[in-house]
């Protein structure tokens, strides 16, 4: 493993500049497990809850092969703490297909259940 740390957004844009935040009620929990970094790949691993719209902006709940696009930056952003903070042009982008009967698993309680929110440990004064 190296000493790289990412950050995952979803963001949305249709023209060439800075994407927006993406909103909604769907919310994007991370799975430690199925997530990691070494020398040549990277893999995240997450589970998200309400992330299929009916509003035409996700693909469809019958879609059984859907692409999507994805961008990577390895700059990190002006303000990192920020998910609205401008970002500089990524060098790495595509659109991937996922076939989704393979995306299935008999596992899924499983995975789901390592979707844990990070939570507070410390109290402010």
């Known amino acids: 493993m190296n000493n790289y740390s990412g950050k995952v957004m979803l963001t949305a844009t249709s023209q060439y500049a800075s994407p927006t935040v993406v ?19 990277w893999t995240y691993t997450f589970l998200c809850s309400k992330c299929i ?27 990192k703490t920020n998910p609205a903070s401008s970002v500089s042009k990524h060098t790495a982008q595509g659109q991937a ?11 899924f309680e499983v995975w789901k259940g390592y979707a844990v929110p990070k939570v507070a440990t410390g109290l402010a004064g």
């Open 97 to 107: 297909v996922f076939d989704l009967n393979k995306a299935k698993s008999a596992n």
């Open 53 to 79: 719209q009916t509003d035409g902006t996700t693909f469809k709940p019958t879609d059984t092969a859907p692409s999507l696009g994805f961008a990577f930056n390895p700059t990190a952003p002006a303000q």
């Open 23 to 41: 909103t909604g009620t769907f919310t994007q929990t991370a799975i430690a497990n199925g997530t990691y970094v070494n020398s040549t790949h």
